[in-house]
């Protein structure tokens, strides 16, 4: 389930797909690691989604990084 919550949250956010597969992988591998069903991820895992919608908007115009 992580893993495919990951892989949607990166394709929206117009990830390719080695990039979401990288991701997707770490964000499996840290909640299978975790007691409980729906842990918080750490702050890196969800900045890697972060950093790259806010410099996918920049490159298109709608937002500045110092904004965002």
């Known amino acids: ?3 495919t919550a990951a892989l949607c949250l990166g ?8 990039e979401v597969n990288a991701v ?3 964000v499996a591998a840290y909640v299978c690691g ?3 069903a729906t842990p918080n991820l750490p ?3 969800q900045r890697k989604f972060q950093d ?3 410099a996918r908007q920049a490159s ?3 937002v500045s990084a110092a904004t965002a």
């Open 43 to 45: 702050e890196p895992l």
């Open 11 to 18: 394709l929206l956010c117009g990830m390719n797909l080695d």
């Open 24 to 26: 997707a992988n770490q």
């Open 34 to 36: 975790c007691v409980g």
């Open 60 to 62: 298109a115009g709608r």
């Open 52 to 54: 790259f919608r806010v």
């Open 1 to 3: 389930d992580a893993f």
